[in-house]
């Protein structure tokens, strides 16, 4: 059976309830402004597929953040994994690298981050195909081992979303540029914030970077870049740019020769 839609009609955490509660085996496949995404249900129960490319790199920026395993290994194991679509994780323990438990819990903080991502990109349509297993170029695959279940993660999903609201009264998109002001906050009395992921976001506020920019450069969530940067933002360390600046920085970079550079300003 073959459900097809749009999210005017359907909400993605209500989809995937009802995709649980009816016990479906398939692959949810949604057209989104970035291109395909697909998730895999299993009787309740999610996974993402091997070769989802999207999935290994954020399993590789969690274990980079935490700066205890040896970079070379992560990029070998990364191109592992662009040759033969099989997913990081695996390849990691296979290397000696992770734990199979290590393996399954950053697996897990992935999954939540992927749905999240999910949730907030525009979304145009989706389809849901009965009894196969696909990826998002729509090949068929395999899931990856370590399915999870739907109604724990659409608990944490629920959460993060409600939290984005407050976020997103300051930080209203992620193309947003910003930069600091000088000014000099103290953070560590926040026990909402990370002091860790404050100390990644900082540095990479550079008033060329947008907050997508600077979630990639921090080798963070965007969830949890975003909620530094609001926490900053409403303390006067960082400021938007202001427009005329950004025209301003982009020309100078076209003129450098440093097209994709100016794209986001």
């Given at each position: 059976?073959?459900?097809?839609?749009?999210?005017?009609?359907?909400?993605?955490?209500?989809?995937?309830?009802?995709?649980?509660?009816?016990?479906?085996?398939?692959?949810?496949?949604?057209?989104?402004?970035?291109?395909?995404?697909?998730?895999?249900v299993d009787n309740g129960r999610l996974a993402f597929l091997q070769n989802?490319?999207?999935?290994?790199?954020?399993?590789?920026r969690r274990l980079r953040r935490q700066r205890a395993y040896d970079p070379?290994?992560?990029?070998?194991?990364?191109?592992?994994?662009?040759?033969?679509?099989?997913?990081?994780?695996?390849?990691?323990?296979?290397?000696?690298?992770?734990?199979?438990?290590?393996?399954?819990?950053?697996?897990?903080?992935?999954?939540?981050?992927?749905?999240?991502?999910?949730?907030?990109?525009?979304?145009?349509?989706?389809?849901?195909?009965?009894?196969?297993?696909?990826?998002?170029?729509?090949?068929?695959?395999?899931?990856?081992?370590?399915?999870?279940?739907?109604?724990?993660?659409?608990?944490?999903?629920?959460?993060?979303?409600?939290?984005?609201?407050?976020?997103?009264?300051?930080?209203?998109?992620?193309?947003?540029?910003?930069?600091?002001?000088?000014?000099?906050?103290?953070?560590?009395?926040?026990?909402?914030?990370?002091?860790?992921?404050?100390?990644?976001?900082?540095?990479?506020?550079?008033?060329?970077?947008?907050?997508?920019?600077?979630?990639?450069?921090?080798?963070?969530?965007?969830?949890?870049?975003?909620?530094?940067?609001?926490?900053?933002?409403?303390?006067?360390a960082i400021r938007p740019v202001a427009t005329a600046d950004l025209v301003?920085?982009?020309?100078?970079?076209?003129?450098?020769?440093?097209?994709?550079?100016?794209?986001?300003?």
């Amino acid at each position: 059976m073959t459900i097809k839609g749009t999210l005017e009609t359907f909400n993605l955490r209500e989809l995937l309830q009802m995709l649980a509660f009816n016990r479906k085996v398939g692959t949810l496949l949604l057209e989104t402004e970035r291109g395909p995404r697909t998730l895999f249900v299993d009787n309740g129960r999610l996974a993402f597929l091997q070769n989802d490319p999207h999935v290994s790199r954020a399993f590789l920026r969690r274990l980079r953040r935490q700066r205890a395993y040896d970079p070379d290994r992560l990029d070998r194991a990364e191109e592992i994994h662009r040759h033969s679509g099989r997913f990081v994780g695996d390849v990691l323990v296979e290397m000696g690298l992770l734990g199979l438990a290590e393996r399954n819990e950053t697996y897990e903080a992935v999954v939540g981050e992927r749905l999240f991502r999910a949730q907030l990109t525009a979304i145009q349509r989706f389809e849901f195909i009965d009894g196969k297993a696909l990826r998002p170029d729509g090949e068929e695959g395999e899931p990856i081992d370590h399915p999870l279940a739907v109604d724990a993660l659409l608990l944490d999903l629920t959460r993060r979303v409600d939290h984005w609201s407050m976020i997103a009264d300051v930080i209203p998109t992620t193309r947003e540029v910003y930069e600091g002001t000088g000014a000099a906050v103290d953070l560590e009395g926040n026990e909402d914030l990370d002091p860790e992921a404050v100390d990644l976001v900082v540095p990479c506020v550079d008033g060329c970077r947008n907050v997508e920019q600077i979630t990639e450069a921090a080798n963070l969530d965007l969830f949890t870049a975003a909620q530094v940067l609001a926490e900053l933002c409403t303390a006067g360390a960082i400021r938007p740019v202001a427009t005329a600046d950004l025209v301003a920085r982009a020309r100078q970079r076209l003129a450098r020769g440093e097209a994709l550079g100016a794209l986001p300003l």
